[in-house]
């Protein structure tokens, strides 16, 4: 076996360039996927039961079957219908790169959601009691108190749901979409090296994973800084009218 | 719904994607046994050699870990082989590449369930094993391996519901698998949203099927609970 090292580092640029696309899609779904998410946590941690059905079933089919499924659902699956092809979505529906977003964040928006419900039930009862014990109305508690404190709750868990979305993305190879693995596959048929540039496809595939890992705990110290928080006492000199007599006593 | 005289060619792909998914399962099972024994051992180059492997494997895509195994593997099976004086040409299928793939991701993170379910094991359970003069092999298959299971069966449970779906990929590489099946049926017929739908449903009944079996073996596993319960 040969092993061509001048292959990697000529095809590293367009790796590059696929490298980027990967990016792009689980950027772009991943925003789409939480703006679903939100509003589907929201009516699966309701008390009604026929507000739960529909996310249920939802979260239930996306959760069960296979991502490739879904993708080809939406890439090939569409154009079996008359009225999908000649309506004004066609000219989204018919690029694979619209068809890769819209199954990616389908896909992440069941998987979030899912987190964002558990995080929702898991606010301790008496934070949603202080603010209605405030007088906030249900939508302001929902914009000021759930969803924060659920986002905080949750950061840990959809920072993996993100390395799996980032995984999930190489399937946009399977519809022609030359993102990272599409492009190795596309040299590999070129110059027939597959070890190497798998290789090096996934080199680049851990280094994206490496920057998601420390963006997420970089915000978590950022969104759940209370569980950071070191109390310091307030200098002996200082003016005795900026002291605060309930923090230091002293 | 029409199939149009194809339910037998997703029936025999579904049986293939069962045979797929439940060798991966045994094969990563012991990937992930083995994982996580080193991962605790002593040997600072074995924990070294399972940290690398599950850090490796968890940051890479499934699919491009098939297509390595499928187009690279028996380039490097054959480097090896020559090696050892064997220069005839190895071809791997589609199957062998799926279970190879397949398993080393279940394995990695299984590791992580095997040794999070370990660590839960109090070192008490450990030494009234040695005090009543059983060897530390036969402490850790009569004592701590039966606990570990029940530990681990919840996770495990999740992770082959995952490998379930993962099991797609490898109609990628040709397997004749519920997906390629139903590609098939749809050159033929011209009506992809039906078969992808009929495909869709039949990996919805499979996961269905796993998450009941998982709570059976969740019983079966913890006959203290199950016994409580009456």
Known sequence: M?????????????????????????LVSGLIGITIAIPLSLMRASKLPWVRVFPFIYIYFFRGTPLLVQIFLVY?????????????????????????IIAFSLNTAAYSAELFRSAIQAIPTGEIEAAEAMGMSKSVQVT??????????????????????????????????LDLTGMARTIIARTYTP???????????????????????????????????????????????????????? | MDLQGFGHLLISGTWVTIQLALASLVV?????????????????????LATGYTTLVRGLPELLLVLTIYFGGSQLLMWIASSFGYDDYIEIGPFVAGVAALSIAFGAYATEVFRMAMMEIP??????????GMSTRRTFFRIILPQVWRLAIPGLGNLFQVLLKDTA?????????????????????????????????????????????TMFMERLANPAARESRR
């Not at chain 1, 040969?2 to 689980?26: C, H, K, N, S």
């Not at chain 1, 905080?152 to 749901?161: D, H, M, S, T, V």
């Not at chain 2, 992809?192 to 099927?209: D, E, N, R, S």
């Open chain 2, 123 to 132: 070192d008490g359970q450990w030494e009234s094993g040695l005090a009543c």
């Open chain 2, 28 to 48: 990563g099972l012991v990937f992930g046994l083995s994982g996580a024994a080193a991962k605790l051992s002593k040997n600072r180059f074995a924990r070294w």
């Open chain 1, 2 to 26: 040969t092993w061509e090292w001048d292959v990697i580092w000529q095809y590293f640029p367009r790796l590059l360039e696929g490298a980027w696309l990967t990016m792009e899609l689980v």
């Open chain 1, 144 to 177: 000021r108190i759930i969803i924060p404190r659920a986002f905080g709750i949750a950061l840990p868990a959809y920072g993996n749901e993100v390395i799996l979305m980032l995984k999930g993305s190489a399937l946009a190879s399977t519809i022609t979409l």
């Open chain 1, 195 to 250: 070890l190497e540039m798998f290789l090096a496809a996934g080199m680049v595939y851990l280094a994206i994973s490496a920057v998601i890992i420390a963006l997420f705990r970089f915000m978590e110290y950022r969104f759940n800084r209370y569980q950071y928080y070191h109390h310091t006492d307030m200098p002996k000199n200082l003016d005795p009218l900026l002291r605060d007599p309930h923090i230091d006593q002293k």
């Open chain 1, 76 to 100: 090939y699956g569409a154009s079996q219908f008359d009225a999908v092809r000649y309506s004004i979505f066609w000219p989204i529906l018919k690029q694979p790169y619209w068809c890769a």
């Open chain 2, 169 to 213: 990929l490898v109609s990628v590489v040709g397997l004749n698998d519920i997906m390629r099946q139903s590609q098939v049926a749809i050159s033929a017929t011209k009506e992809p949203f039906t078969f992808f739908m009929v495909a869709a449903c039949i990996y919805l009944l499979l996961t269905a099927a796993t998450t009941g079996f």
